[in-house]
Nanobody, 128 residues
Framework: QVQLVESGGGLVQAGGSLRLSCAAS????????MGWFRQAPGKEREFVAAITWSGSSTYYADSVKGRFTISRDNAKNTVYLQMNSLKPEDTAVYYC?????????????????????WGQGTQVTVSS
């Protein structure tokens, strides 16, 4: 089984930074693409960023481009989300997710239902 555990969330003032981590345990997830999603109270879960297995392709929601950076260290089975210039509207529970190897990831990375494994989420709160 693949288990994902997010960490690094917390309370930060607008303009600050946080670095989220998502570590896999149980077994490695060789070939899996990874995505970050977030969900604010009363809102639908939305796509934030994604990265292919090799890291050759990254994808970002328009709302975070230029501020967030997704990366991964496959030797450590860990994916990261560096969040800079945080805004109050970034406040949400952030989830990482893993998608089994597939040939059409570039077509489905924005869809939450494309992912097979999910972490428990970590709260990010940006004060105004």
């Amino acid at each position: 089984q693949v288990q994902l555990v997010e960490s690094g969330g917390g309370l930060v003032q607008a303009g600050g930074s946080l670095r989220l981590s998502c570590a896999a345990s149980g077994r490695t997830f060789t070939g899996y693409a990874m995505g970050w999603f977030r969900q604010a109270p009363g809102k639908e879960r939305e796509f934030v960023a994604a990265i292919t297995w090799s890291g050759s392709s990254t994808y970002y929601a328009d709302s975070v481009k230029g501020r967030f950076t997704i990366s991964r260290d496959n030797a450590k089975n860990t994916v990261y989300l560096q969040m800079n210039s945080l805004k109050p509207e970034d406040t949400a529970v952030y989830y990482c997710a893993a998608d089994r190897p597939r040939g059409n990831y570039g077509l489905v990375y924005r869809r939450a239902d494309a992912y097979d494994y999910w972490g428990q989420g970590t709260q990010v709160t940006v004060s105004s």
